[in-house]
């Protein structure tokens, strides 16, 4: 029997910690669930203590995940592949290898020794982890997972390649205007007064209402920002406006597409890797929910299990739902009839793969453009306030 720590929300949207004794973690998790709390965090007590706080970079989670792949390809055990790993690893990766090795040398596994780095360990690759772990092919999760880092840093570098130019225009833009309304264009008021001043009346009050609506527009955007920040935050401490709130983000035009692909690739990527490895498709389904970070599908796909333990195929299970794609539940169906559920899960990843690349490639295309035209209205917009009507001044004068 061994205790843990919990740290959990319960149904009024309070976050509380206690003990738990149980014969391990899977234990607590399902008492836990069953007793319907939002679950932070599980450690076992005796690192309760120890837990890091510093942010890891993408680029040293990279390192950390292609060290790790290459030494156990070459079949190393995870002992063994993180003790060497240390003495082999740069700099930068030293610290994080070495409280790994502490924790699995105390006997804590692979998935608990990295939960202790929330803040650079996405669920995705925590439930990645986990799966190998159940499975025994922890080598095949750390190559695919490097192969997934690789990808997405390069599409990152890609994406703020790409923006730095149209954002620098954009930053010029609006600093120019600030200073144009705070500092050029309210000086003029004098100069245009004495040559005309009804003129001046009417450029002084274009100025006045240039700078409230730059303020009521800045005021917005920083609205925009701080409620993104704290629904965020709460999503963390609140059950119930997590569950909200990622219900939401599903409703969304672009954000709840992008939720869709991602829920699919990884879903269907951890449903291909369990099967392939021996498990049921009752146990499947119960561990591929570790890397669904989205309540709305997570709690979907429990009881689409429970629905799969009780005799419903996993297509009609999937359908009664309401919340899954189409498509997923067709390949479903497809791999039902031909007796295949592996290979329609390959088929689903492979998809959605494809229209993740699809919809990133789509957003970097359309970024550009986009800040350009930002930067074009604004320019109108100040010209059509202030350049114009001085131009037509000058023109009645002469």
């Not at 989670?61 to 690893?89: D, P, Y």
């Not at 890609?158 to 264009?185: D, R």
């Not at 100025?207 to 993104?228: C, D, K, S, Y």
């Not at 005799?311 to 169906?333: D, T």
Request: with cysteine.
């Amino acid at each position: 029997m061994s205790t843990f720590i919990c740290s959990v929300v319960d149904a009024k949207g309070n976050r509380t910690s206690f003990r738990r004794d149980a014969a391990h973690e899977a234990a607590v998790l399902r008492d836990l669930n069953q007793e319907g709390y939002f679950i932070i965090s599980v450690q076992p007590a005796s690192a309760a203590g120890v837990l890091p706080t510093r942010k890891l970079k993408a680029s040293l989670v990279l390192e950390f995940t292609q060290v790790l792949a290459t030494l156990m390809a070459n079949g190393l055990r995870v002992k063994e592949a993180i003790s060497i790993a240390r003495r082999v690893g740069g700099k930068t990766v030293t610290p994080l290898l070495e409280h790994v090795e502490q924790r699995v040398e105390k006997g804590d596994s692979l998935f608990d020794s990295l939960s202790a780095w929330k803040s650079g360990f996405s669920p995705l690759y925590l439930g990645l982890v986990r799966i190998g772990e159940k499975t025994g092919d922890l080598a095949t999760i750390f190559q695919r997972l490097g192969d997934y880092l690789r990808g997405r840093q390069a599409l990152r570098s890609k994406t703020i390649n790409s923006l730095v130019y149209p954002a620098f225009v954009l930053a010029v833009a609006v600093i120019g205007i600030v200073l144009l309304a705070t500092l050029v264009l309210p000086g003029l008021t004098g100069m245009i007064g004495s040559l005309n001043p009804q003129a001046a009346a009417i450029y002084k009050r274009n100025v006045l209402n240039f700078q409230v609506g730059a303020g009521v527009f800045i005021a917005i955007i920083a609205m925009v920002v701080g409620t993104i920040l704290v629904s965020f935050n709460l999503r963390s401490h609140n059950g119930d406006w997590a569950r909200q709130f990622d219900a939401f983000l599903l409703k969304l035009p672009v954000v709840g597409l992008f939720s869709q692909v991602s829920f699919g690739l990884n879903f269907s990527f951890a449903m291909e890797t369990l099967l392939t490895s021996g498990y049921s498709l009752e146990n499947a389904l119960e561990e591929s929910s570790w890397v669904v970070s989205n309540l709305t599908y997570r709690n979907g796909m429990a009881r689409v299990k429970d629905r799969v333990v009780k005799g419903v195929l996993l297509s009609e299970a999937l359908r009664q739902e309401g919340i899954f794609p189409q498509l997923l539940i067709g390949w479903m169906a497809v791999g039902e009839g031909a007796h295949d559920l592996v290979k329609s899960f390959a088929q689903v990843r492979a998809y959605y793969q494809q229209e993740s690349e699809k919809l990133t490639g789509r957003f970097m295309n359309l970024a550009e453009p986009a800040l350009i035209v930002t930067v074009g209205i604004i320019m109108i917009t100040l010209i059509l306030t202030f350049v114009t009507p001085i131009f037509t001044m000058l023109g009645n004068l002469l």
